[in-house]
């Protein structure tokens, strides 16, 4: 079942004026991101004193902190107190939330995790409740303070971890084997991202597709499998029907996921922009870095293979390929994955866990904060019943494919869904899938997951479904425009980062989508 979290006060807004600039993030950006309220909230424009502080405090630690240190190593306060103490000395917002682990694995614990300015630290487990709030507690002050781990319980050192190392496993199985005949796309596997549906404690790969190149082959192959399971479940055979992943929702026209059902994401690397913030380098509040870092949590737009700021594209443009993979992270925290069309049939679609490879990554604080740090409550209180603000949880596991650099094949998109025999291949450039691709659907080599394609499949499932109101819709862009909440949840969102400095979401032409069939 999907457990959905409060959104906890917004920080960091982005309130530096923007430069005419454009950022390449083929090296991560770094920044710290566990600092205090008054190193994170700045005036435009102070620049004094540029430098990077590699102390774990906004200025040197006084006599007072070293004491209240040393305090808590030799046990004279325990850890909850000491982290409830650390907070109000340093004004920091601070929760220990009740959460789960993955797939509910170990049972017979209780797990508690702190939650501090709205970043996650590690989940701590116990007997019972007490225990794992003070485990909790340990694990974010051993990273707060940089000191060694003091024997607190942790999920990721429990075995919890085990089901989603087998899942990565299974993933690394599947694309070997429909690359086995096709071995120089092996090396598109670097920036693969891959859906799973998890019933209960077991799991299945229903689709992937490129995280970087084009996140519109990921959404599109996990579209057709949810279009699939959309026609099962108005199949007529009720043996049939049954084994939908759908069901009706009390009290609404809507379907929604079996209550057993839970989707996770896996992405073999980091999406590159603001995900790729990391916490290790600890910055003073004057220092360009910081200055640096404070503009980073901005809008990115993917052109070409480059990541750049929002800011310095024009929110009208036919050349942008799409929003970050780190953008549209935040994008499905709000309005699910499913798109438009899909909304006139079910409700939204939220990611419940997402699995972080580690071949190149060793610290998932920066994608912490791009789909939970910057939206809030306020946006929350505005969204139309059914959606809301949704807050996945996120885990470092083994990564499934090595982390490869072939420049020749960068634009290439591959994409799969279950039951699919074979891959597609599509030129992340021009839309249309390449000569040499496993999979092709004619000679005009328009892809699987093409806008006609997927209108095709939407008046499929609109005449399964004796939906003749949807049958009326003359184009792609008025089926996708009449989604009146989605859209209404997409509008606040956008109108939300904007208000907040974070930049405008591009806007594509419409022309594109006026086409009937």
């Not at 029907?241 to 929702?249: G, L, M, P």
């Not at 603000?389 to 596991?397: A, D, E, F, G, T």
């Not at 869904?417 to 080599?445: H, I, M, N, W």
Request: charged letters at 20%; proline letters at 4%; a positive charge.
């Amino acid at each position: 079942m999907l457990a959905f979290d409060r959104a906890p006060e917004k920080v960091l807004p982005p309130e530096v004026l923007r430069h005419g600039i454009s950022k390449d993030f083929s090296e991560p950006v770094t920044a710290r991101l566990n600092l205090p309220r008054s190193v994170r909230r700045r005036e435009p424009g102070v620049m004094k004193n540029p430098g990077a502080d590699t102390t774990p405090f906004s200025v040197l630690p006084s006599q007072e902190e070293l004491d209240f240190i040393e305090r808590y190593k030799q046990g004279i306060i325990n850890s909850v107190s000491a982290l409830h103490l650390f907070a109000k000395t340093h004004h920091l917002q601070l929760e220990l939330k009740e959460t789960s682990v993955a797939g509910d694995i170990i049972r017979p614990y209780f797990a508690f995790c702190a939650v501090i300015n709205g970043v996650c630290y590690k989940t701590g487990l116990g007997k019972n409740k007490k225990e794992s709030k003070l485990n909790a507690a340990k694990l974010a002050l051993a990273e707060l303070l940089n000191l060694e781990n003091t024997g607190a319980k942790s999920f990721e050192d429990s075995g919890g971890e085990h089901t989603y190392q087998k899942l990565s496993q299974a993933l690394e199985e599947v694309f070997n084997r429909l690359t086995t005949q096709h071995p120089e796309y092996h090396s598109c596997g670097s920036s693969l991202a891959a859906f799973i549906i998890e019933k209960g404690k077991s799991g299945l790969i229903v689709s992937f597709g490129q995280w970087e190149t084009s996140s519109h082959s990921l959404v599109g192959s996990q579209a057709r499998y949810l279009y699939r399971h959309l026609l099962l479940f108005y199949n007529k055979n009720p043996a049939k029907a049954e084994r939908s992943i759908f069901c009706t929702a009390p009290g609404l026209k809507l379907l929604t996921l079996k209550q057993n059902i839970t989707l996770s994401l896996y992405m073999n690397q980091l999406p590159k922009g603001t995900a790729q913030l990391k916490s290790e380098v600890h910055l003073g509040p004057q220092s360009i870095s910081a200055y640096e870092a404070s503009e980073e949590l901005s809008l990115h737009v993917a052109l070409e293979g480059r990541i750049y700021l929002a800011a310095c594209c024009p929110p009208k443009t036919v050349r942008v390929s799409s929003m970050s993979a780190g953008d549209k992270l935040t994008k499905w925290e709000v309005v699910g994955l499913q798109g438009a069309l899909l909304s006139h049939f079910i409700e939204p679609v939220y990611i419940s866990n997402i699995l972080v490879g580690n071949g190149s990554c060793k610290d998932t604080k920066g994608l912490d904060i791009t789909i939970k740090q910057r939206l809030d409550d306020e946006l929350i209180s505005k969204l139309p019943v059914p959606y809301l603000v949704n807050r996945s949880h996120i885990y470092l596991v083994k990564a499934a494919l090595p982390i490869q650099t072939d420049l020749n094949q960068w634009s290439l998109s591959l994409n799969w869904t279950l039951s699919d025999a074979s891959l597609e291949v599509v030129d992340g450039l021009s839309g249309k899938t390449t000569e040499s691709s496993p999979f092709r659907s004619g000679t005009c080599l328009a892809s699987r997951l093409c806008k006609a394609a997927m209108f095709s499949r939407f008046r499929m499932l609109a005449s399964e479904a004796g939906r003749a109101d949807l049958l009326q819709f003359a184009t792609y862009h008025e089926a996708k425009v009449k989604s009146q909440l989605y859209q209404e949840a997409k509008s606040l969102l956008q109108s939300y980062l904007e208000q907040h400095s974070y930049g405008s979401w591009i806007v594509k032409s419409p022309h594109i989508e006026q086409f009937s069939d």
